[in-house]
């Protein structure tokens, strides 16, 4: 085929330089202003061009933002992210932005506080604003504003406790997203702090907003801080938490299912054991299948995740009896084999003052073992020595013959009557089914849960 060659005078259409990005800048009052950044030159200059196409002074005092919803303000770390077509917006730097709120939010007027707490709660998400407001002593603000907040205004709640109410959720909001950061330790807040967030649990039950930044500061605090779990634990219950599971708004419902699981993995090995009687006590898991499972509505991802992590933290309690050995000499153990032979022959089996010799009793024990499907019929006990399933398939053996004995009975009295091809032996296949479900659920790999 013949080559084709284009004239030397034709224009061809280069792609633009990778350093450059068109991009769009705003400022107030102004029609936007379209130019090219070049990546490769420092952001201050960048600026100081901005401000002199509008001629504006002290260039040092600004800087650039995404104009989107963010406002994100672009630093040197993160200009690499600015994409062609995108819209910017000229503002003030976050040094002077950080100074002026941190001035606003101390003003008299409740409405100028509450419209100074609005702009930080939404201006904090930035870490680049939020580290300069950490640095003027912010967090410490917004926690005396918390501890003294209810007293201060308590003669302002009647006449305006919407304002009243705002003022607490923007407080709150701006400081989940500061302490979100990563830049204060946990470690540094006082017991009041502490009791307040905690009242709002309770006092605030019916403000949302509140209760949903509560629950997320409490969590944050328990797994963040040992100290802080402990103080925590002092001052809130499973009783206190477990009505917000029976309400309908799922984000509630998350970080309340959040906080226990937080206070469940951070409780000493001791304590975990009697925390998951109290949450069978207030029968948890039957709240969670009405309101949360069966309810009406989607599970989310982050619901779905914490009823995992719940899931896991309870099924790790089992750990220590799936590791346990049966020990053939104690008498305790044994009793309970007894007891699944009793309840399984009580109906034909001699009683226990029979004038039977030693030697037909110890025969007919053997006979009702192997009913039973043990391996070891002369001493079962041996059946329960490997690890796992361990002393945790006994357990489930016993609920299961006391909980649902008809179901028990007909299945030993039926299996023991098949011939021996066709038998499903229930001690054999309940040792097998609990190792199984010990595998398929990972009891004991606590230490590979998700964050």
Known sequence: CPVVLAPKNSSIAMPPPADIVKVAIEWPGAFPKLMEIDQKKPLSSIIKEVCDGWSLANHDQFALQHADSSNFYITEKNRNEIKNGAILRLTISPTQNAQQLHERIQSSSMDAKLEALKDLANYSRDVTFAQEFINLDGISLLTQMVESGTERYQKLQKIMKPCFGDMLSFTLTAFVELMDHGIVSWDTFSVAFIKKIASYVNKFASDISILQRSLAILESMVLNSHDLYQKVAQEITIGQLIPHLQGTDQEIQTYTIAVINALFLKAPDDKRQEMANI?????????????????????????????????????????????????????????????????????????????????????????????????????????????????????????????????????????????????????????????????????????????
Not at 365 to 372: A, G
């Open 279 to 451: 949450l069978a006590q207030k029968q948890l898991r039957s709240i969670i299948l009405t309101h949360v499972i069966r309810a009406q509505r989607a599970i989310n991802n982050e619901m779905a995740h914490q009823l995992y992590v719940l899931q896991v933290l309870t099924f790790n309690l089992l750990e220590d009896r799936m590791m346990t050995k049966m020990d053939p000499q104690d008498q305790a153990q044994r009793d309970i084999i007894f007891e699944l032979r009793r309840i399984a022959f009580d109906a034909e089996s001699e009683p226990n003052n029979s004038s039977g010799s030693i030697e037909k009793r110890k025969s007919m024990y053997t006979r009702d073992y192997k009913k039973l499907g043990f391996i070891n019929h002369v001493n079962p006990a041996m059946d329960f020595t490997q690890t796992p399933p361990g002393m945790l398939a006994l357990d489930n053996m016993l609920y299961f013959a006391k909980h649902h004995q008809d179901a028990y009975i007909r299945i030993v009295l039926e299996n023991s009557s098949r011939e021996d091809k066709h038998e499903c032996p229930f001690g054999r296949s309940s040792i097998e089914l609990t190792k199984m479900l010990c595998e398929i659920l990972k009891v004991g790999e606590l230490r590979k849960l998700p964050c």
